[in-house]
């Protein structure tokens, strides 16, 4: 009797395919008598690199593609980074496990080595997400922010090689999954920059009628991680914000199963910025709740 199998769905980029690799290995642990095959699969977002993501569409840029295939069964699971997936669920699937996180912060890599505060005044940053911009900006309103597109290699080789970018922006967890984290100069301190709602997770997803992958999905599944992020993106989805809303947040949980989420709305120019933060035990209440509270301070003009 040949061994049970499943294929992957996997976007072609060196990271994209860590986490696959990431998820084929946690798998493989809990069961190691099933065979994981990757089918990969260039999207939209890959394809597209002369524009800002909001410009494009935003969210589901790296997904639609993998999202298609599996409702048409020709693959069984697809690996996400947690932050690129739309807050809704697409028609008939669904996130069947999320594993363990990695770091969340934000890091500055600069062609010299440079940390923030010691950019040079006027200094390009490359960034496309209004998240980043908004904090950045508040921090530094003297700072030049414009786009930056690619993966992760190539936005590090452009500020290395003097691309006109002083620095840019890059999440840690990326960095460190591709061995790269000597290239930051900075680590951003929550203070400074809160993540996007997700950042560092990864979301396995498959469809919501698949049983027999849902049960090999629990086996990786970190309960905490999801109560985490689910706080998170329960807060983004209540603002009506997908990425080009400058809308960030990041959940601890404790020993005890409390959770305490800190959230933020950001003026894009980084003039303002609206922080709220609170604690509680049922995620989608808790990151509702932060919502109402951040709207209350007049962070509906911040979103339009």
């Known amino acids: 009797m040949a061994a049970p199998a499943i294929r992957l769905g996997t976007r072609t980029s060196r990271l994209a395919r860590w986490q696959t690799e990431h998820v084929i290995s946690l798998l493989s642990a809990a069961w190691p008598h099933l065979a994981c095959i990757t089918v990969p699969f260039v999207t939209k977002g890959d394809k597209t690199l ?26 069984d699971l697809a690996v996400h980074s947690l932050k690129d997936l739309p807050v809704d669920d697409a028609p008939g699937l669904t996130i069947g496990a999320i594993p363990g996180r990695a770091d969340v912060r934000d890091v500055v890599v600069a062609a010299d080595g440079l940390g923030l505060a010691s950019l040079p005044a006027g200094a390009v940053v ?10 950045l900006l508040a921090c530094r309103p003297d700072l030049h922010i414009q786009s930056i597109r690619g993966n992760v290699e190539t936005r590090i080789r452009k500020v290395m090689e003097e691309y006109g970018y002083a620095a840019t922006v890059l999440a840690m967890a990326g960095l460190e999954r591709l061995s790269l984290a000597e290239h ?60 080009s809303a400058p809308i960030a947040a990041y959940a601890t949980v404790d020993g ?12 894009v120019d980084g003039s303002l910025l609206l922080r709220v933060d609170g604690s509680g035990r049922d995620p989608h209440g808790l990151g509702t709740e932060l919502a109402a509270d951040v709207l209350a301070q007049g962070a509906a003009a911040l979103l339009q």
Do not use: W, Y
């Not at 698949?210 to 990786?220: G, W």
């Open 256 to 267: 005890a199963g409390l959770l305490t989420l800190n959230g933020l709305v950001g003026a």
């Open 50 to 75: 002369d524009k800002p993501l909001p410009e494009i569409g935003g969210k589901g840029l790296f997904t639609a593609e993998l999202e298609a295939a599996l409702n048409a069964g020709e693959i």
């Open 184 to 243: 930051a100069s900075d680590v951003l301190d929550l203070n400074r920059m809160l993540p996007a709602p997700g950042q560092g997770a990864l979301a396995v997803q498959c469809r919501r009628d698949d049983e027999t992958t849902k049960t090999l999905l629990a086996a990786i599944e970190q309960a905490e991680t999801r109560a985490c992020v689910t706080a998170e993106r329960a807060f983004l989805h209540a603002l009506g914000g997908g990425c």
């Open 126 to 135: 490359g960034t496309s997400s209004v998240r980043r911009r908004a904090q």
